[in-house]
């Protein structure tokens, strides 16, 4: 009985199985089977569609833009809203918000204490510097916390992923001092889009949507016994701060920059002439387990 229609094949795709397999797995599968099914059914997708869709995954792959997709489609941002919701059923409140990691983390970057200039030579923007403390939900000071901090340079390009770029340039990681305090100084990064003519620019075009995304800073801020906080932070005044192709834009995280403030005090960063500075506080909550502590970003984490 080899002959089937939609429900038969669904039916076999579904439930064909020779061992107990992960059924977890198989649930997802499942589902994911069932509503490209459906979609491919109710929308009447040609076998051309069908195709090409196929082809673009396979692209989009191997350009190494799939962490660009599923930020641009909103996936990054619904974990972080799933994530917010369990904590807020669970009672957890307060500490920094939590915002999308992205695709270009890397590990490993240069590490200094206290303070750290990031960006080398010549500034390419406005001479900025961030600082502040890691602290606690009770305010205490949290020593020796390790923040990550990756931005992209004047054109928008990350380093390991932007040719031209130095390794680890625009990424260092920061041991806080005795106090829980940081200190960096860089330039302001621009925002930056999405790369043209690549496949996720094909799919937005498609979609009639832009691929901009606000000026931004990461951060990753790890410490024993609290939950690693992965988050970003805005520059005002961006035109996209509002409308970031990757949704990534959340309240209390926009910083507030200070313009003109004076060099003294500074200049172990080379600084000489007025800058612009912001104060900007990492609130750590307690982690219930080690993996809520975990020093990892998000790839290191599953393929550890
Ligand atoms: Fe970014």
């Not at 691929?211 to 988050?231: M, Q, S």
Request: aromatic share 8%.
């Amino acid at each position: 009985m080899s002959e089937m229609n939609l429900q038969a094949l669904l039916q076999r795709v579904n439930s064909t199985q020779i061992a107990p397999g992960n059924p977890r797995v198989r649930a997802l599968t499942e589902r994911i089977v069932t509503d490209l099914f459906k979609t491919i059914d109710e929308l009447d997708v040609s076998a051309d569609e069908f195709w090409t869709a196929v082809d673009w995954l396979g692209r989009l792959g191997a350009a190494g833009q799939l962490g660009l997709i599923t930020a641009g489609l909103g996936f990054d941002r619904l974990l972080d809203i799933r994530a917010d919701e369990a904590d807020q059923r669970a009672g957890r409140q307060g500490g920094t918000p939590r915002a999308i990691e992205g695709p270009l983390y890397v590990a490993g970057a240069p590490t200094a204490t206290y303070e750290v200039r990031v960006d080398e030579g010549a500034p390419k923007g406005e001479v900025f510097v961030m600082e502040g403390q890691v602290r606690d939900l009770q305010g205490q000071p949290v020593p020796g916390a390790l923040i990550d901090v990756w931005h992209a340079n004047e054109q928008g390009g990350y380093s390991h992923f932007f040719p031209g770029m130095q390794p680890y340039e625009l990424r260092r990681r920061i041991q806080a001092d005795a106090q829980g305090r940081y200190r960096l100084r860089s330039y302001l990064p621009p925002g930056y889009s999405i790369p043209p003519n690549s496949p996720t620019s094909e799919l937005f075009e498609a979609l009639g949507r832009h691929g901009h995304r606000p000026a931004h800073i990461h951060f990753l801020v790890v410490a024993p016994g609290l939950r690693t906080l992965t988050t970003q932070v805005n520059i005002p005044g961006d035109t996209y701060i509002d409308d970031d192709f990757a949704f990534a834009t959340r309240d209390g995280l926009v910083i507030e920059l200070e313009r003109g403030v004076a060099p003294a005090g500074y200049e172990s960063l080379g600084i000489e002439a007025p800058f612009v500075r912001s104060r900007f506080d990492f609130v750590l909550t307690p982690a219930l387990n080690d993996s809520e502590a975990s020093p990892l970003a998000r790839i290191a984490r599953i393929t550890a």
